[in-house]
């Protein structure tokens, strides 16, 4: 009888360690990333947006052009891969580590706002956001590490200008290099297809081609980004 408060003692004090330890491995997964996702953590520019480009950031303050898990952002925020006085411009900003929104202003006024995980922008198929025939429109994607001396190849008479593109260090040795580029929609009967790649010196092209939908009728006017 003398024994057994002993050996109760014992297993309670090995429940307690044990819930001890599940807590502080719980902590430390929601420290690390929520609910097991990437650690997070903001990303410092190492210069701000010049303050010429206070026009874009004004261009996305109201709630209405800009998605809800997007702020506001600043100069200091902001990165801006190409702008043409205040009619034209292609410019990002992180949200952290893991997310970013950009914006394309258009010579024309169309605004797109978009936002995504840095790594999806990096695979999914970039498309401008105005895809009217003859319009000229821009579009933003992503390479993973610092690529330099992107080219185009392709359909490259449709290229608005050259290739922008700005690398970013998110922290603990990653790399990721935002890009923008314009092209002219083609007209409805101007061909087909909007063929482009953008190679970087090493590695895969990215196909960043329009196919044009074959349906007939209002659903088929436009295009996608894969045949």
Partial sequence: ??????????????????????????????????????HRHKVVLPEPAPASAQWIV???????????????????????????????????????NVDVCWVTIDGNGAVGVGSATIDSLTVEHPMPPDQTPGAESYAITAFRGRVEDLRATGDTDRLLGPVHSRAVDLGGGRFV???????????????????LNLCPPAGDCRDASLYRLRATGPAGTGFRPVR
Avoid at 9 to 35: F, I, M, P
Avoid at 70 to 91: F, I, K, N, Y
Avoid at 177 to 192: K, L, M, Q
Wanted: charged content about 20%.
């Fill in 1 to 38: 009888m003398n024994r057994m408060p002993g050996a109760l003692r014992r297993a309670a004090l090995l429940v307690a360690v044990a819930v001890a330890v599940a807590v502080a491995v719980v902590v430390a997964v929601r420290t690390q990333g929520g609910s097991g996702g990437p």
């Fill in 58 to 96: 004004n261009t996305v303050t109201p709630q209405a052009r800009r998605p809800a898990r997007c702020p506001v952002p600043t100069l200091a925020t902001l990165a801006v891969l190409d702008s043409e006085g205040q009619s034209r411009a292609e410019a990002f900003w992180l949200i952290d």
């Fill in 177 to 195: 290099t935002f890009v923008s580029y314009g092209v002219r929609i083609p007209e409805e009967g101007e061909g087909d297809d909007l063929t």
